[in-house]
Every structure is written in C-alpha cells, then in structure tokens.
C-alpha cells in the first residue's frame, strides 16, 4: 500500500477526519436519500399506485402536442420539451429562452399536463423553475430527488453546497486511502468485542474498502452534476461565448442548421417515435423539438443506454418531414471521448443503466456509503470520548442525523400514503419529515441515554417501514392481483422490500430480549 | 443480465473463499489454522478478477459496471456474515 511519512500520515488523518465531521452530517443526509432515490421510479410506481407499464410515447401522441401548439403563443416554439409524467402520462413545455435582468439565464413557456387520453388537464405559464414541481401523485419521489440534489436549497445555493460535500467525499476518499496502510491485509477483520475504537475502526475501514471505487465514482459524478450549471457552464459562456449562455448550448448540444423560418408543420410525432423504438429497442425517455413549427424544425429523442452499453443513445430527426437523420452525440458534432465520457456519467451516477439490478447494487453501494459516513462520525467521536466530554453533544447529533433521518423519511413515505388519495400530498410530504425530524430532535435533547434513542428511533423506522405496505393497501393502492395482472410486479417487490427490511430492523433490535431476555449489540455500536 | 450474474456470482464465491482463508481474520477470531498463504491469495484474487476482465474485454460496458459494483457489495456482506461469527480482540 502507499507508505507516508509519520508527519504526512498525521496530517492525512486530520484532513480526512475534518473533512469527514465538518461536512459529515450534510453529506450523510445527501447520501442516504441519494441511496433511495436510486428507486425514485420504483418507488413513484409503488406509492401512487401506477399501473400503466406501456411509455406515453408507446400511445399515440402526434394529436395531443398538436393541440398544445395551437394554444401556445408562437413566441414559445424555439423549444418544445415532451416527457413523462405521472402513471405514464404526457407533459409538454413549449418555451424559448431568456436572459432575467439579473443575468440568469432561463427557459419561459407553458408546461402542458395531458391525461391518458391526451386531454389537457392543467396548463401553467412561467419560467421552468415556476412551473415544474411536485405533483400531488409523485411528491414522495420529488421530495426524496429535490432532498438528494439540493437539499432543498434554492438554486444555485443548494447545488453547489451538494458539489461541495461531493468535493469532501471525494477528499475523505483519497486520504482514507492514503492513511490506510492494510488495505487489503484488513478487508475481512470485523472485530466485534474489540475497545470501542477498533470496532468502530474496522466497521469504517472495512465498509469503506470494498466500496471506495465507488466512493470515488459517485462523489465525482455528483459533484460534476452539482457544478455542471451551476459554475461550469457560465464559466465557459463567459470565456466563450461573451456570457451568451444559449449560444453555448446551441453549439455544444444544438443541432446547427441553416437557419429557415418558414412555416411548415411539424412531422408525424408518433411515426418519429415508433421508429426511434424500432431503432434503439426502446420507448424515447424524453423528446425535444427545436423552432417547432419552423421548416429547420429538428426533433431529438432520448432513450436508455442500449444493452451492453452504458452511454444513453441519442437519435436526430427532421422536425419538417419526420425523417431519421443520424444518431446524435451526446456533445458536439462528431462522437469524442469527452463526449462519450460525459454522456456516462448519468447512468455511472444513477445506476439506472441495466434496470433493477444495476439500480439494486447501487442501492446496496449507497447503502455502505451511508455505513461509512456514520461509522466515520462515530470513530471520530470516540476517539476523543475521554479528551473531550464536551463533544457529547456532537455525538447526540450524530444519532439524531444517523437514524433520525431514515426515520423522517419513512415517517414522510407514511404521510404520502395517508394524504395522496385527499389530493394534498405535496404539502403533508414535506411537513411530514419536518415534523419527524423535529420529534428526532426532542429525543435528542430529552432522552438521557444515546443507547436509548438509538434503539428508539431504529424500532420506529422498523416499525413504520414494515407497516407502509399495509397502509398503501387501506388507503386504496392497488392490491397484489392486481399489480400482477397489469404487469406491475414491482409494486409487490417493493412491498415485499419494505416488509423486510422493517421486520428485519425490529428483529436486529429486539429478537434476543424476546428470546434469550439479553439485548443485542447494535450494528452501528452507539459511542457510548 | 445473465453473464453479469454469473460474474458477480463467480467472484463472490472465490471472495468467500479468500474470507475464510483470511490469516488476519483467523487470528482475530483466534480460529484454528493460519488461514492462506500469500500466494494462494494472490492466485484466487486473480481469479476473482478473470470475469470483470472477461466483461471488459468482451466490451460489455454495462456487465462490467454490475460486476465491479456486485463485487464491492457482495465483498463487504461477505466481511459482515464473517464478523458475526465472533472475531474477538481484547
């Protein structure tokens, strides 16, 4: 392994300790929702009940954008962005783009809301920020996503916090390999009745051993995504373009073309999508159109990384005729490393490149990062137990956040359930994890014990986790027959999932007391 | 999704094997025996490493993704089902 100086070793460990407990908590809480927002889908489908498995683009649709487009002020046709919503609805956003006073640079239109028949539902006018948020069917995916992405925190503020505790990760991940002179000697040595310090020494060590690779992958996908618009993009505008945003996203995503303004009607939208299905072996995930109306009209469809690969396929049409270009890169003009890595990092960062499995070793991934960044707090905690008792408030904290956190979401997930058939789940979503994060809090101020809220806030998170599915059942979700009947196993995995995953927390925590009348040591040994 | 099981699968068993025949693992738990030896290791950890590079050659991008993320996960449930067999150290 790599041998330091004493000296530099020192200075390695304060860096990745600082690092840790400085950013640690925040980072936490990034990865644990990113952990379950792996399943956003999943769990979209399983919490609203959805069971349309075909892709609106699968249906007809041609009719439906066609309708829009009459309603929508030409003013609105540079762009047309077309995409699923809901139980495998339509949403379209007809808009052009602008530069505020301030100099931000955003996308202004009408965001159209279709039904299964292709009726328009809801149509709603304003910048993308103003118009795209959580509906009363998905609030539970949006919350978790909008958790993981910026932590609620309006933009840019909230991105960039995010990129930054990617940036620690990043740095906790290359000093832990640094300072970690037996990588490989101690990648199976889990002592379990060691001083406080191995034990939680070797949770750490060895968690975060096998999935550093991964450490290093996510931190800097994450980042990359948090920085992306954020600073990257007006860097380079400003560098490159005179800080015309759009032209820099014309020329680097565009599809130049000799400019022609003529009206012509745009072509058949179901024919472009039936053969982009034909020819990539999947429905479009999202479709633009450019100049919609326009004879230099271009459509672009996007699909999921074919098999075997990993890059996201993109396919260019003429908006005119509907006719099949060429496949497009996902950068530039011509297909570039720079691109192809680029195009990547989505499916590297998601997961979301092979269906259930890959999304399921993700899952698993994130769920050792979490282990890690908890076990990292506490080491760093005990460690100093006897130097500083100041610091119990600290190590209160780090309980809150630990099994606090899972603890508001799963409370959240039960509030979606109860107020989603009332059609005010976007308000009790949000309120639900506030309120149980509050409780968390109490606990951690009231409570005498950690061991004690510990066990506490663990038994209830295993306790509502295994009672979700009975209480989706109640509150009118579709039943198991039916899920099955339509093709939707995944409501009774994720059922199945859930039932498991909280019985076996109330089994780790309690079995032995019922058994033997002993309690059990907990695999996140509280510092105590 | 066949051939990234497989891999997963295959190298999980040789990671299996390489937990038990662990010499530092076997000291802490003070079981008897001095677990493998060095070059056993390295022989089986190459192994284990025959099918990401086999997924890799093959240009299956995705399967060598799931392998090396199956790996990591599977390794560190591997070190956990080991550590609750007791692996002591006063």
Redesign the interface.
């Known amino acids: 392994m790599i041998h330091l100086q004493k000296e530099d070793t020192k200075l390695m460990v304060a860096v990745h300790g600082w690092s840790g407990i400085l950013l640690g908590l925040l980072l936490y809480a990034v990865v644990i929702t990113g952990m379950v927002a792996v399943f956003a889908e999943e769990i979209g489908i399983w919490s609203a009940g959805h069971v349309e498995t075909r892709s609106a683009f699968e249906r007809p649709f041609d009719q439906a954008i066609r309708t829009a487009a009459a309603r929508t002020p030409p003013k609105y046709y540079e762009g047309a962005d077309i995409f699923e919503i809901g139980d495998h609805n339509l949403g379209a956003f007809f808009h052009r783009h602008e530069t505020e006073p301030d100099g931000e640079f955003v996308s202004r239109g009408i965001y159209y809301q279709f039904d299964r028949e292709g009726r328009i539902v809801k149509a709603a006018h304003g910048t993308g920020e103003e118009v795209f948020g959580p509906r009363n069917d998905d609030a539970l995916s949006s919350f978790l996503v909008d958790t993981h992405v910026r932590l609620h925190i309006p933009n840019p503020w909230g991105l960039i916090l995010t990129g930054i505790l990617g940036l620690a990760m990043l740095v906790a991940a290359i000093s832990g390999l640094l300072i970690h002179r037996h990588l490989f000697k101690d990648i199976f040595t889990l002592r379990r009745k060691a001083n406080p310090v191995l034990v939680d020494r070797d949770r750490h060590s060895v968690a975060g051993t096998w999935s550093l690779p991964f450490a290093f992958l996510l931190a800097f996908t994450g980042s990359f995504f948090s920085f992306f618009g954020t600073i990257g993009v007006p860097i380079v505008a400003m560098a490159a373009f005179g800080g015309d945003v759009q032209a820099l996203n014309d020329a680097v995503f565009g599809n130049a073309a000799k400019p022609d303004t003529r009206p012509v009607a745009i072509g058949n939208l179901d024919r472009v999508a039936a053969d982009a299905l034909r020819r990539t072996g999947g429905a479009p995930t999202f479709v633009t159109i450019e100049n919609f109306g326009r004879a230099d009209a271009q459509i672009t469809s996007f699909h999921e990384p074919k098999e075997r690969g990993l890059e996201p396929q993109t396919l260019l049409y003429s908006g005119a005729s509907g006719a099949f270009e060429r496949v497009k890169p996902s950068i530039g003009k011509q297909p570039s490393a720079g691109g192809t890595l680029a195009a990547i990092m989505a499916p590297i960062h998601f997961g979301n490149f092979a269906g259930v499995l890959s999304k399921a070793i993700w899952f698993g991934l994130g769920f050792a990062m979490c282990y890690v960044t908890l076990t990292g707090l506490r080491l760093w905690l005990v460690r100093r137990r006897e130097a500083a008792r100041s610091l119990g408030w600290l190590e209160r904290a780090v309980t809150v956040v630990g099994f606090g956190l899972p603890f508001a979401l799963v409370a959240c997930s039960a509030a979606f359930l109860l107020t989603m058939p009332l059609g005010s789940a976007v308000f009790w979503t949000p309120t639900a994890f506030v309120g149980a994060s509050l409780l968390a809090i109490f606990g951690g101020m009231a409570l005498r014990s950690n061991a004690v809220l510990d066990t506490g806030l663990q038994t209830a998170t295993g306790a509502i986790l295994a009672l979700l599915p009975v209480l989706r059942l109640v509150t009118g979700g579709p039943g198991w027959g039916e899920a099955l009947s339509v093709g939707q196993p995944i409501i009774v995995a994720v059922d199945i999932g859930l039932v498991l995953a909280g019985g076996w927390m109330l089994w780790r925590m309690h079995a032995a007391r019922f058994l033997r009348g002993r309690d059990v040591a907990p695999a996140l040994q509280p510092a105590e | ?1 066949i051939m ?2 497989l891999a997963v699968a295959f190298s999980a068993a040789i990671i299996v094997i ?2 038990r025949g ?1 010499p ?2 076997r000291r ?1 738990a003070k079981l008897a025996g001095e677990g493998q030896s060095v070059r056993t290791r390295r022989l089986l950890s190459a192994l284990a490493c025959v099918p990401g590079l086999y997924c890799a050659l093959a ?5 060598f ?2 392998w ?3 790996c ?2 599977a ?2 449930f ?3 089902g ?2 609750q067999t ?5």
């Open positions: 999704m990234s099981l390489l937990g662990d530092k693992r802490t240009g299956d991008a995705a399967a993704m799931i090396l993320g199956g990591a996960v390794g560190w591997v070190a956990l080991f550590g007791g692996q002591d150290l006063a």
